[in-house]
């Protein structure tokens, strides 16, 4: 179980995906296939629902052309 400090560092996370993403103007689909993580894993991951891997971040970070400290700011 996580704690409420977890909780809400991971929809920090999500949401600094979340805004990278609409600044580049790139949808949900377009990262999903791009990326080749699945399109509900993206809106998991934006939402902070889960708990991803670190290298799905990563792949997430290099599709949008970003470096991934930009997620953890």
């Known amino acids: 179980m996580r704690s409420p ?3 809400l560092f991971l929809k920090e996370v999500g ?3 979340r805004r990278i ?14 990326s080749g993580i699945d399109f509900r ?3 998991r991951i934006e939402r902070g629902e889960i ?3 670190i ?3 990563f792949r997430i970070a290099e599709t949008l052309q ?5 997620f953890f700011e």
Do not use: Y
Not at 21 to 34: Q, V
Not at 66 to 70: A, R
């Open 51 to 53: 708990n991803t891997t």
């Open 21 to 34: 993403r609409l600044e580049k103007s790139i949808t949900m689909e377009s990262l999903a296939f791009d």
């Open 5 to 7: 400090e977890q909780d």
């Open 15 to 17: 949401l600094n995906v």
């Open 55 to 57: 290298l799905s971040l």
């Open 41 to 43: 894993q993206i809106g």
């Open 66 to 70: 970003s470096d991934i400290s930009c």
